[in-house]
């Protein structure tokens, strides 16, 4: 059993940053690999980001593409999300997600997860 806890979301004025804060436990932290997600009201969740178990690789939705940064602390087991010159539409809650199975890889799929998170809001304002 992976438990995780994010951390960090608030308001922030378009333009402005926040770093989000995933703490997990419960399994060897370097085993998998983390993602996060986001859901907006009345949309679908959708893929934002994954880093390898190693932090060797990287991968980003469009969306994020040049704003975002994934990062991983394996000592202590923490992910995390640098996000930079927010707009509004990058409102939504976020949610960190660990890769299922022993394997080396960067899944973009909500499907490829097992566990995931509670959620924290991030709202940017205009």
């Known amino acids: 059993q992976v438990q995780l806890v994010e951390s960090g979301g608030g308001l922030v004025q378009a333009g402005g940053s926040l770093r989000l804060s995933c703490a997990a436990s419960?399994?060897?932290?370097?085993?998998?690999?983390m993602g996060w997600f986001r859901q907006a009201p009345g949309k679908e969740r959708e893929f934002v980001a994954v880093i390898s178990w190693g932090g060797s690789r990287t991968y980003y939705a469009d969306s994020a593409k040049g704003r975002f940064t994934i990062s991983r602390d394996n000592a202590e087991s923490t992910a995390y999300l640098q996000m930079n010159s927010l707009k509004p539409e990058d409102t939504a809650v976020y949610y960190c997600?660990?890769?299922?199975?022993?394997?080396?890889?960067?899944?973009?799929?909500?499907?490829?997860?097992?566990?995931w998170g509670q959620g924290t809001q991030v709202t940017v304002s205009s």
């Open positions: 997600a660990t890769s299922r199975g022993n394997i080396d890889y960067t899944p973009l799929a909500a499907g490829a997860y097992d566990y």
């Open positions: 419960g399994r060897t932290f370097s085993t998998y690999a």
